[in-house]
Nanobody, 118 residues
Framework: QVQVVESGGGLVQTGGSLTLSCVVS????????MAWYRQSPGNQRELVAW???????DYSDSAKGRFTISRMNVRKTLSLQMDNLKSEDTAVYFC????????????WGQGTQVTVSS
């Protein structure tokens, strides 16, 4: 049974930092391009950062220059270092395969809440 578990969220002030982690179990991890997504109330789940199997990463315009995605294949772990957080980063963050290049996503985890207070 495939399981995705995100952690590391919390309450932080504007300008602060958080590091999110995601662990995948019950499936291979290495062959897949992976991504972080976020969803705030009333909005669709949006792609924030992605990393391919060769560790090439890219980011949404809102995340570029502030977020850093990384992966550790041996531990089936995906991370997101978030710096200089803004109130608009407040959302539930999820990890999964990069949906643009993968048809069969992992089951969605519960996500981890990030709240940035001004």
């Amino acid at each position: 049974q495939v399981q995705v578990v995100e952690s590391g969220g919390g309450l932080v002030q504007t300008g602060g930092s958080l590091t999110l982690s995601c662990v995948v179990s019950g499936s291979s991890f290495t062959p897949y391009a992976m991504a972080w997504y976020r969803q705030s109330p009333g909005n669709q789940r949006e792609l924030v950062a992605w990393i391919n199997t060769r560790n090439l990463a890219d980011y949404s315009d809102s995340a570029k220059g502030r977020f850093t995605i990384s992966r550790m294949n041996v531990r089936k772990t995906l991370s997101l270092q978030m710096d200089n957080l803004k109130s608009e980063d407040t959302a539930v963050y999820f990890c999964n395969k990069d949906r643009r290049v993968n048809n069969n996503l992992f089951p969605w985890g519960q996500g981890t809440q990030v709240t940035v207070s001004s």
